[in-house]
């Protein structure tokens, strides 16, 4: 199975940069997402690494380490719009599992003005 | 371009009941999953259809099952409902084999079981 662990609560000021952490234990591994979601809202992609380093999609980036099982997405220049719940998800190996995604309990982020 | 759209936004039933959800995918979509999100905790995968069969099931009771038409549309059933079950549902699309990992979620049916 899958397991994944993230901080329950981040808090930062407006434009400054936050980190959220996620690590992962899995018996089979193809990569890593991470979901943003607001309150009684829909979970909406952020970004996805199946390789190590890291991706960048503007304000945002996320990285992975498959060595270490870990990742952690980047949001950089913070605005209030972006207080919301963070979620990392582990895709499993594809050829046994494909679309069995297992999703973190979330990281309320609060972006203080 | 339509998003995901799900159908009824709020339900409340009571223990014993049973519900149908409906999802539309994404326009040129044809894979859709459920999934069951408790408040204060991340989804849960319940199961997965491409081409009309359950592609993979997560850890979830046969109370809940599913079905895709043709036109890719899903319906998630769940019988003999239990105060548990009260969370919102999200449907997701993607897109064959390799789209997974990059869902579309809808908005959610938010369940209530009293």
């Known amino acids: 199975g899958q397991s994944l662990e993230q901080p329950s609560e981040v808090t930062a000021v407006e434009g400054a940069i936050v980190q959220i952490n996620c690590t992962y234990q899995?018996?089979?591994?193809?990569?890593l997402s991470w979901y943003q979601q607001h309150d009684g809202g829909a979970p909406t992609f952020l970004s996805y690494?199946?390789?190590?380093g890291l991706e960048e999609t503007g304000r945002f980036s996320s990285f992975l380490s498959r060595s270490d099982s870990y990742g952690y997405l980047l949001l950089q220049e913070l605005q209030m719009k972006d207080s919301a719940s963070y979620f990392c998800?582990?895709?499993?190996?594809?050829?046994?599992?494909?679309?069995?995604?297992?999703f973190g309990d979330g990281t309320t982020l609060t972006v203080k003005p | 371009d339509a998003g995901v759209t799900q159908s009824p936004t709020h339900l409340i039933k009571t223990r014993g009941q049973q519900v149908t959800l409906r999802c539309s995918p994404k326009?040129?979509?044809?894979?859709v999953s459920w999934y069951q999100q408790a408040l204060g905790q991340g989804p849960q995968f319940i199961f997965q259809?491409?081409?009309?069969?359950?592609?993979q099931r997560g850890n979830f009771p046969d109370r809940f099952s599913g079905h895709q038409f043709p036109n890719y549309s899903s319906e998630l059933n769940v019988n003999a409902l239990l105060l548990g079950d009260s969370a919102l549902y999200l449907c997701?699309?993607?897109?064959?084999?390799?789209?997974?990992?990059?869902?579309?979620f809808g908005p959610g049916t938010r369940l209530l079981v009293l």
């Open positions: 690494n199946a390789l190590d």
């Open positions: 997701a699309s993607s897109l064959g084999d390799r789209g997974w990992e990059t869902q579309y």
């Open positions: 998800a582990v895709s499993p190996l594809k050829e046994t599992n494909a679309g069995k995604s297992t």
């Open positions: 259809y491409y081409e009309e069969e359950e592609r």
């Open positions: 899995t018996s089979g591994f193809y990569g």
């Open positions: 326009s040129g979509h044809d894979t």
